[in-house]
């Protein structure tokens, strides 16, 4: 069984920053990727931020130079610092790890359950 939480969300004044992150734990064989995304009321589901096994990384447009998104391969865990952060960037963020479990074999996607960012004075 795999597990995926996230924690460090909250209230923050534009402007301001938080750091998100996101830990992988259970049965895994190997974690290929791991990436934020969010999802505002009333919007889809988007993409922030995904970084590779290899550190190869992915940003959305609407965050570039102001999110940094990094991972400790050693602790299955991803971060996601966010500086200068704006009104529209309000959101519930959610992890998503690509990982093979040890079993069943595959590669497969999890996500975490979210937690609530909010930009606001």
């Known amino acids: 069984q795999v597990q995926v939480v996230e924690s460090g969300g909250g209230l923050v004044q534009p402007g301001g920053s938080l750091r998100l992150s996101c830990a992988a734990s259970?049965?895994?064989?190997?974690?290929?990727?791991m990436g934020w995304y969010r999802q505002a009321p009333g919007n889809q589901r988007e993409m922030v931020a995904r970084?590779?096994?290899?550190?190869?990384?992915n940003y959305a447009d609407s965050i570039k130079g102001r999110f940094t998104i990094s991972r400790d391969n050693a602790k299955n865990t991803v971060y996601l610092q966010m500086n200068s952060l704006k009104p529209e960037d309000t959101a519930v963020y959610y992890c998503?790890?690509?990982?093979?479990?040890?079993?069943?074999?595959?590669?497969?996607?999890?996500w975490g359950q979210g937690t609530q960012v909010t930009v606001s004075s």
């Open positions: 998503k790890v690509g990982l093979v479990p040890i079993s069943p074999p595959g590669r497969r996607d999890y």
């Open positions: 259970g049965s895994i064989l190997s974690i290929y990727a």
């Open positions: 970084i590779t096994s290899g550190g190869t990384t």
